[in-house]
C-alpha cells in the first residue's frame, strides 16, 4: 500500500531542512571567528540571522504537516544530514570517507524505499 503525498508540502519541508542546515553552517562560521566581548559573540549580525532562519524553518516544517504524515516528516528530516555533509566539505574543508558515503547512501536509500513502499 503506498501512501499519498502532497507534492507542495513534501517541497516545503525538504526547503525547511535545507535552510535549517544553512542556518547551523551560518553558527559554525560565526563560532569560528573572534569577538572582542560575550555581547558581540551572541549578538551579531550573522547568529542573528540563522536564529531567524531557524524559526522560519520551523514554521515552514509545522505548516508542511498538513500535507504529509508526521511519520514521512522524520523520513524526510534526514536530508539534513546530506545538506550538513556538503557544506561541511564545501565551506569547511571536512573530509568525507567511505563511512561517511555509505552512511549517506543508506540514508538515501531509505528515504526512497519509504517513498516508494510506505
Do not use: H, W
Request: glycine share 6%.
Amino acid at each position: 500500500m503506498t501512501m499519498k503525498y502532497d507534492l507542495r508540502f513534501v517541497l516545503l519541508i525538504l526547503m525547511a531542512y535545507f535552510l535549517s542546515a544553512v542556518s547551523q553552517a551560518m553558527l559554525k562560521k560565526a563560532a569560528e571567528k573572534e569577538y572582542d566581548s560575550r555581547i558581540k559573540e551572541y549578538l551579531n549580525p550573522l547568529v542573528i540571522s540563522a536564529y531567524i532562519l531557524f524559526f522560519v524553518t520551523t514554521l515552514m516544517a509545522i505548516i508542511s504537516y498538513r500535507g504529509i504524515p508526521l511519520s514521512f516528516g522524520g523520513i524526510l528530516e534526514s536530508t539534513s544530514y546530506i545538506y550538513v555533509t556538503i557544506f561541511g566539505v564545501k565551506f569547511f574543508g571536512e573530509k568525507i570517507n567511505l563511512k561517511k558515503i555509505l552512511a549517506l547512501s543508506l540514508i538515501i536509500a531509505g528515504i526512497c524505499i519509504y517513498s516508494l513502499v510506505g
